[in-house]
Structure formats: C-alpha cells, structure tokens
C-alpha cells in the first residue's frame, strides 16, 4: 500500500508519539535502541526516500535529488527540471534512479550527479535497482499497462520484457530485483498476485494468486511474505492468511493464521529480515512471527489507528514510523518497549515525510512547520 494513498492520520502530524510499554526496569535496562546519528539537509518539499549501506537519497515534489553517504556528508544535490510529478526514486551501489512522471527513468550516476541514461516507460509506477544472477547491475521498472521491463543498469538498454495480466486497473504495484529472480507484485480487482522472474531472460518462474486483499508483499534474498485478508465470515474478524514463500520456486516454506481487530482489513504492511517478519494491521496491531518457522513471537496493541504505517527491522529494534511524526519501537526477540532520546516527544516542527531502513540504520526524511527539509538517520545500539 503507498504511503501516501491515505492521510487519515493528520493528527499525528502535530506531535511525535513515541510508544512505551510497560516492562520489566531489568530486561529494559539490556533492550536495544535507536541513538541519534546525525541529521543533514534534505530536499525541497520532500517526498520519497531510498537507503543502502552507502546511505540514502532524498527525493522531492519538485525534482530535488539529494544524496547523502552513510556518515551524513552531503554527496551531491540537483534539480530535475521539469514541471511534472516525480517518484519514487531507487538506489544501487553505483546509480541514482528517479521515475518522472509515470513516464520514464532518468539514471545519474550515484558518485558525482552526472546523467546516465533515459528511459522512456509509459505509466511507470515502481522501480528497483538490484543485481542479478550475473552480478551486474539492473533497474527493474512496473508499469500501469501490465507490462515489467528490465534495464540494463550501465546502459539503460533493456535487458527483457514481460507482461501480466491486470483486472481493470492497477490498485498498487512494487518490483524487486533478487539475484535469480525479479519479484513482482500487484493488486487489483481480482485481488493481489505475485510472479517471479528469471532475471536472465524474463521467462515467468512462478506465481500465485490472491482472490482476496492483501498487504504489501515483503522480498527478501530468500523469500516472499504476503498476509492475505479472508473473511471466513461476515460476522467475524477479518483473518490473515500469512504465507510464506521460497522466492526461488515459490513453495510454501509455512503458512499461519492471524485474527485481526480491524472490521475491514487486517494486513496494511509487511516486513521481512533475519531477525524476524512484522506484521501491521489497520487497527495498529503489531505481529512478529519467527522467520523459519512462523510461529508468533509476540503481538503488540499500540492503540495507533496505522493507515500508513511503514515497518523496518533495524538492527534488533522493531520500527514503525507513520506519515506525520509517529515513530514506535520495540525488541525484535520480545516485544518490549523501547524508548529513545533520538525524538524529541515534545517536538511540533517536523513531521515524517517517508523512512528507509538499512542494516542498523533508520533514515527519516522530515519536512519542519519553519526551516528547511532534512534526512535524519537514527543508529541501532545498545540502551
């Protein structure tokens, strides 16, 4: 689900909400947390954000690039200049890609802002940057007319494409480039399907269909999470059918069954790590399951009504930020809250604008009520 389809939650726009739970003084006294790292400038009206263990790019309304390194240093900043929309924008080890108004691609040269190359895609909607089977560089970019190509990463030329069929419209799309395979997912009238590509040709290596709603599905190097939303019956709950998939072949690893508090939809947004698969729903509820075995690890209310929620893994903390200023945290092995010093619980200037999660570092992209943008990363470390 993109973060920007439903702003419901204004309200967490004017102060940041640090969730603390009761807990044991002992076992909090050896809980991770997130330390502020540093904050650095971001771009003008700022609108996306994409981070890697080299540090992140900043995307805005108006075309601004900004990209910073893993210590905060300011690489470099440009403007695309054209009046269109932008977004969103990937990263790989050595490229900049920003998708410019449902269009196109323009590629930069990650260490110096010099322009790559252009491509033209026509309703672009999501793009990723990752490196195939072969260990080069690709950009894998989904389009509104059913159609997923992928693009040679040094050239621009495109590698292959394939196309998939859609139900009326696309509701919500993302495209993942995972070594051997290139992961794509998509939700429309019919419901959420998944198929996997080989990333040397584009032949179709698996897929699965969804009838009912689903949440966005999380890739990992080995896996593919999706939490369906059933209504066994319109008097109950909304349950999620939690799958877990082998992004090789696509055979089920596990699957599980969660109820949810939400009358309507239980998944909103799902990530996946080593340390652990995070499960949001609409109603706030926070599930953690085991990532070998899918067995729950703990659940948590947090009484956050998330319709835009955005889960990482950050180290072993547990992040949820919302659009606006809301940020929750807690322990990856057992769901104890964390409180940090990095937020100011008080603040009413900076609201969130989007996150990005790397290894142990959290980056915020914060637009203020008075000054200017910025990038924020907080650091995983010990309480």
Do not use: C
Request: glycine share 10%; no cysteine; hydrophobic share 45%.
């Amino acid at each position: 689900m993109s973060a920007h389809l439903h702003r419901f939650g204004t309200f967490l726009t004017l102060f940041v909400v640090v969730v603390v739970l009761a807990g044991h003084p002992a076992a909090r006294a050896a809980e991770p947390t997130l330390d502020e790292g540093w904050q650095s400038s971001g771009p003008i009206e700022p609108q996306s954000l994409a981070a890697d263990a080299q540090g992140a790019v900043g995307l805005g309304r108006t075309g601004e690039v900004v990209v910073v390194d893993a210590a905060g240093l300011e690489r470099w900043r440009r403007t695309i200049v054209a009046d269109v929309d932008f977004g969103p924008v990937a990263i790989g080890a050595d490229l900049v890609v920003v998708t410019v108004d449902d269009e196109g691609l323009i590629a930069f040269e990650r260490a110096s802002s010099e322009g790559r190359w252009e491509h033209l895609a026509a309703g672009a909607r999501d793009v990723a940057v990752g490196a195939t089977s072969d260990g080069t560089s690709a950009v894998a970019v989904v389009s509104d007319l059913g159609v997923l190509e992928l693009v040679d990463g040094a050239t621009g030329t495109v590698r292959w494409t394939a196309a998939f069929p859609i139900a009326d419209a696309i509701i919500a799309a993302r495209t993942w480039v995972v070594g051997e395979r290139v992961v794509l997912f998509w939700t429309d009238d019919a419901g959420a399907h998944v198929r996997a590509f080989t990333s040397d040709g584009g032949s179709e290596s698996w897929g699965s269909d969804f009838p009912e709603s689903s949440s966005m599905a999380a890739v990992s190097d080995e896996s593919v999470t999706i939490a369906e939303n059933l209504r066994i019956d319109r008097r109950e709950r909304v349950v999620t059918e939690i799958r877990h998939l082998a992004v090789l072949d696509g055979s089920e690893l596990w699957a599980r069954r969660s109820r949810s508090r939400s009358p309507y939809s239980s998944g909103l947004e799902t990530v996946a790590a080593p340390q652990g698969i995070a499960l949001v729903d609409l109603a706030g509820k926070v599930t953690v399951l085991d990532p070998s075995t899918g067995k729950v690890r703990w659940k948590m209310a947090t009484g956050l009504v998330q319709f835009e929620a955005e889960p990482h893994v950050v180290g072993e903390v547990f992040a949820m930020t919302t659009y606006g200023t809301g940020i929750m945290l807690a322990n990856m092995a057992d769901g104890d809250a964390i409180s940090t010093d990095a937020l100011d619980p008080t603040q009413t200037a900076a609201t969130i604008e989007a996150s990005a999660a790397a290894g142990d570092h959290l980056y915020l992209l914060v637009s203020r009520l008075w000054g200017d943008p910025e990038i924020w990363m907080l650091q995983a470390g010990p309480a």
